[in-house]
């Protein structure tokens, strides 16, 4: 007879489901894991009753560094390999935007981390808002920039600068003085820094990476996101100009974003697991309603998506027990290892 190679039952890897998974508020608060979220990670990789693995990304509206910095840290905390073929942040879909514009404000994040990020990206030409006050400390009237800031600050001459674009790439760091230089720029004539515009009709576009309001951090409460950042903004351009702001945000529950998270996936699936076809179902754990829970049910009702994306509400992070989900989950459960073992479950 003939030999069919046999695959062990503790490395069959299903071709049929996968896994995408929220950070903050799931797998991590303020920068820790999780406890049951290193456990769950294991019956990811075979450790279950069925010796079975499931491929996984994860999709986070986080950001402030390089998706590979990001991916070391994140596998320090979960205690196993993830690659930057398998993550998204917030950001990343900005990757797409980065011939648009020649000179561009990135705004956000720690220290020249997010400039280094879009330059990564590559954006050709990136001003940080420490660029702007070292060139004129008028700017911001309560505020110097410290010796370490003012080095990491490039001088240049602003007057004949046109930003032609602004981008949030992660949490501001001073709201105050980052929301001077931003309301500076949306009302200038076409991003000159130092003009007006008389109809607040020539200001640059601005994006932001996410539009979460609130977030899981380590604090018991929710903290304030880059979404509340936006509101602020948006209220006092409103007040200043009489004009709506317009304004773009990425991430989730963006339907794009889901869309890029099912080409990731699928490549990653098809470099790492050898899986050649879209699985049946993607079930996406997240513990925010109006990001996660939202944009995997739109994704899955719109016609753009060709798989079930089953949404999962975990109750670690944004969303408490007692009050009622603004969107509802197919799923609620405690916490991240049983969203893992109800998909597992529901799959046998
Ligand atoms: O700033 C990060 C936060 O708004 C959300 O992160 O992982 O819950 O999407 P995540
Ligand atoms: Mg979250």
């Known amino acids: 007879g003939t030999l069919t190679p046999v695959t062990p039952p503790e490395t069959a890897t299903t071709d049929s489901y996968a896994f995408a998974f929220d950070i903050d508020g799931v797998l991590l608060r303020g920068g820790r894991p999780i406890p049951e979220a290193i456990e769950a990670m294991k019956v990811l990789n075979g450790q279950n009753e069925y010796g079975i693995k499931v491929p996984y990304i994860f ?7 390089t998706e590979q910095e990001r991916c070391v840290d994140l596998s320090r905390q979960l205690e196993l390999e993830i690659s930057p073929g398998q993550f998204i942040c917030g950001h990343t879909p900005m990757r797409e935007m980065a011939q648009k514009y020649k000179t561009v404000l990135v705004v956000g994040g720690e220290g020249e981390k997010c400039r280094l990020v879009a330059e990564g990206y590559g954006f050709r030409d990136v001003v940080t808002p420490g660029d702007i006050m070292k060139d004129n400390d008028r700017t911001t009237p309560f505020r110097r920039l410290t010796d370490k800031e003012s080095r ?22 001073h709201w105050g003085d980052d929301q001077q230089i931003i309301i500076d720029l949306l009302t200038s004539k076409n991003g000159r820094l130092g003009t007006r515009s008389k109809d607040y009709d020539e200001g640059p576009p601005i994006y932001f ?40 945000a990425f991430g989730k529950p963006q339907l794009g974003t889901f869309q890029f998270a099912t080409r990731l996936l699928q490549q990653w699936r098809k470099d790492t697991h050898g899986i050649n076809k879209p699985p049946e179902t993607v079930y996406f754990v997240g513990d925010t309603p109006e990001s996660d829970i939202r944009g995997t049910n739109e994704f899955n009702e719109s016609k753009l998506s060709e798989n079930d994306w089953y949404s999962i509400l975990v109750r670690t992070g944004v969303f408490k027990e ?5 969107y509802t989950p197919r799923m609620t459960v405690d916490n991240v290892l049983d969203a893992v073992n109800h998909g597992i479950k529901r799959e046998m």
Request: charged letters at 25%.
């Open 59 to 65: 999709l986070t509206n986080g950001g402030g560094k």
């Open 322 to 326: 007692g009050t009622k989900p603004r």
């Open 209 to 248: 990476s996410h539009n979460d309001l609130i977030w899981s951090a380590a604090h018991e409460h929710t903290r304030l996101g880059m979404g509340a950042l936006r509101s602020s903004l948006e209220a006092i351009y409103k007040s200043i100009t009489g004009k709506d702001l317009v304004s773009t």
């Open 152 to 173: 990491n600050s490039r001088v240049r001459n602003f007057g004949e600068t046109e930003i032609e674009a602004i981008f949030v790439f992660a949490d501001s760091r």
